[in-house]
């Protein structure tokens, strides 16, 4: 009886260790015209997925009930820059990654100054 109290102290213990629903989330962008596609892909779970949650800030974005080791969302580049995160549900523990999606490029002021014209000589443009 003592053995298998220790073999399962054991069990439990290397569990802890090792973490419940091990694995590791990688994440990528790739930008489709005006959108980016963002992904999420767990390597391997230990434990059921019971589905995915998409957040920016405190705000749901998307959620699902899919198994899969991979979700993926769109955002509009041009008006949602921002810190995103995907959630792996699962039980005992949820699995987080962030995703940072940047803005457009600044434009330059030099585009946006108003045109000058240079006055040489009186009547004469440059």
Known sequence: MAAAQLVVLGLVLL??????GAGNISTSMLDVGSKTRLTCTLDSSDTAILGHRWMK???????????????Q?????????????CTFLSKPTDRTAS???KGPLP??????APPTLLLVSPGHLI
Not at 15 to 20: C, D, I, N, P, S
Not at 57 to 71: F, I, N, P, R, Y
Not at 107 to 112: A, G, Q, T, W
């Open 15 to 20: 569990g802890v260790e090792r973490g419940f």
């Open 57 to 71: 800030g405190d705000k749901v974005l998307q959620e699902d009930s899919e198994a899969d080791l991979t979700t």
């Open 73 to 85: 969302f769109e955002v509009d580049t041009l008006e949602s820059p921002g810190q995103y995160s």
């Open 99 to 101: 995703v940072n999606v």
């Open 107 to 112: 434009i330059p002021s030099l585009f946006l």
